[in-house]
């Protein structure tokens, strides 16, 4: 019995621990440790995870400028190079799968950002988001995010607005749970059915004794009826 709840109890324990690893981890992308002038294609690393950034037309696509005119884009932002012509897109692929992207944009003039969503080749979703210029600024600015599937990379592009500016990646990985929370999940369930095999076991020996003391039983009850009925 004694084993019986410390394989539950190891099994709670490892699945506890397995709900604490795979909260979702949220890593920030800004371009405040990149030099003003850094060019596509470059990288960027955060907690382990590299986003790469790029364009059809690269090098110097997309460059890292120091902070100008927008309210949300704070700090270095990456925008497009000086002779980056109209509705260029940019591509970030991520070194890790993750669940949900969401970042700042700014845009030349009004419109809006689609953000396309890919796993490997395949497309997994698609969100847009219209620029609004906030107030005592003269550019559209906005945030545009996905969340609800698994990916690892995204391309933004402008269908109206003619360029576009990023800032503040902000993405959510799942944490793979450790081994030893897989040991302990594992040894937990092993504990139990090994528990619970022998539970079943001495259920039936227990079967097979009581019916064993039944018929000793039995015979005793047949061989008294038999004597008292040999009684002179």
Known sequence: MRAFWIGKLMIIFALLMVAVGVVRADLVFTFESDAVGTATQFSNTQNGTTATFSSPIDPDGFEVFPALGFLTLTGNFLGPGANTPAHTPLTIAFSTNLNSISLDFGLN????????????????????ATGVVPPGFSQPEGLISFDGATFNSVVLNTPSANLFAIDNVDVATAAVPEPATLFLLCAGVVGLAITQRGRLWRSRLGATRRRKLLRVENLGRHCSAMDINQDP
């Not at 003039?109 to 847009?128: K, W, Y």
Request: hydrophobic letters at 45%; zero cysteines.
């Open 109 to 128: 003039d009004p419109g809006s950002l689609t953000l396309m969503v890919f796993e490997g080749a395949t497309l997994v979703g698609t969100v847009s």
